[in-house]
């Protein structure tokens, strides 16, 4: 998932958010729910129509044009957007990692994915910052906080993905575009 969220960073950082989010969101819910359709989950009629109210919506908070960006016009990059397919793919995938867990593993598949998350991200800060980070002590108590909710919020998408339909707990999960345009 560190790869992903580099990707997804980088891609806000070089294109427009109101493209980036939702491209990444789409992919990574569309990856998980064919997962779960092949492998024999049947959401029901309502939950078939949920899937596509959430997919639509995604769509339609991303056309909105943005205060800073009014103008729609915009050129896509095709970098941005293989960086927010990139990103979806790694969210998409996580998600299909974290629905084979066994319940019996606890918190520690959790455990886990952060600390490899955290020294995947930070090698990669290291190797793309160019001369001395400056700063990181002032920022720690914003990043240990930004950690404690991250991961407050992975602890009920794993029980998610492993109690629920893996189709239904993904979509969900990528619908956090709305708060990141809005």
């Not at 790869?3 to 969101?25: D, H, K, Q, T």
């Not at 960086?83 to 867990?101: D, E, P, Q, W």
Request: with cysteine.
């Amino acid at each position: 998932v560190a790869v992903g969220i580099g990707c997804f960073y980088i891609g806000m950082g070089r294109g427009l958010i109101s493209v980036v989010a939702p491209v990444a969101a789409v992919t990574g819910a569309v990856i998980p729910v064919a997962y779960a359709l092949v492998r024999g989950e049947r959401p029901g009629t309502t939950a078939l129509v949920g899937l596509v109210i959430a997919f639509v919506a995604v769509a339609v908070v991303s056309l909105a044009p943005s205060e800073k960006h009014p103008d729609t016009h915009v050129v896509v990059d095709r970098n941005v957007i293989a960086l927010a397919l990139a990103s979806g793919l790694c969210f998409g995938l996580f998600y299909i990692t974290f629905s084979r867990v066994s319940e019996e593993a606890g918190m520690w598949p959790i455990t886990i994915e952060r600390a490899a998350a955290t020294v995947v991200i930070v090698v990669l800060a290291l190797a793309l910052t160019r001369g001395p980070v400056v700063g990181v002590r002032r920022l720690l108590p914003s990043v240990l906080l930004i950690a404690a909710l991250e991961v407050a919020a992975v602890v009920p998408l794993l029980v998610a993905l492993q109690r629920g339909p893996v189709a239904i707990a993904s979509v969900v999960a990528s619908l956090y575009p709305v708060a990141t345009v809005l």
